[in-house]
């Protein structure tokens, strides 16, 4: 069976890393729950050359073409779609991914405020003992942002901020985020061959 992973894209600069991430899960076979919220929206718009449409079922009917994948594989819910299997605990992702991740959302999550589907759902991946992975995109982090990421850690989530590494030797942008979204398939526990892993192929 296909695993099943929710992902959230938020406000947060970095838009790029949820759009390559939602290609390699969909491209990886999996079962993509993904919720995007309006500030994210209209990061997608100012970051990429992408123009998303404004209802779910379009914007999933965009990404299945884009990507070349059977609709089956993709749903797309909104912000207020409680009645979304994500949001209940009977009917878990097998894991969850939110990124890019806002320290807004880090904070409704580590007080399990549920005010909308991306939070809900977050907060039922961890009461259900799932992974959640947080791609954290800020700096510099407060206090305030690094008591919540504390808070989240310790009951669970795995804190994974977009901090790319060099010793790949990246020359394109493109190479930066594949690096940051492939440490997030690694702790999904799926195969990935963006990044080499260290000390292979030369690496030091």
Request: neutral net charge; aromatic residues 4%; glycine residues 8%.
């Amino acid at each position: 069976m296909s695993l099943h992973v929710a992902l959230a894209m938020t406000g947060a600069s970095g838009a790029q890393y949820g759009l390559r991430l939602l290609e390699c899960l969909l491209a990886g076979g999996c079962r993509v729950s993904l919720m995007i919220s309006k500030p994210a929206q209209v990061v997608i718009g100012m970051e990429t050359d992408l123009a998303l449409p404004a209802r779910s079922a379009d914007i999933r009917r965009f990404f299945c073409a884009r990507h070349g994948v059977d609709e089956a594989q993709l749903q797309v819910y909104g912000r207020e779609e409680w009645t979304a299997p994500v949001a209940s605990g009977s009917a878990a992702p097998d894991a969850m991914v939110v990124c890019p991740c806002t320290t807004a959302t880090v904070s409704a999550l580590a007080t399990g405020a549920s005010r909308s589907l991306i939070e809900r759902a977050g907060d039922v991946v961890l009461k259900e003992r799932r992974t959640l992975v947080l791609v954290v995109r800020e700096t510099p982090f407060s206090a305030i942002h690094l008591e919540n990421m504390l808070t989240l850690a310790r009951a669970g989530a795995v804190i994974m901020p977009a901090n790319p590494g060099y010793y790949h030797r990246p020359r394109t942008v493109d190479a930066l985020v594949d690096f940051v979204v492939a440490r997030v398939l690694d702790h999904l526990g799926l195969p990935q061959h963006l990044v080499t892993p260290w000390g292979m192929d030369g690496a030091s």
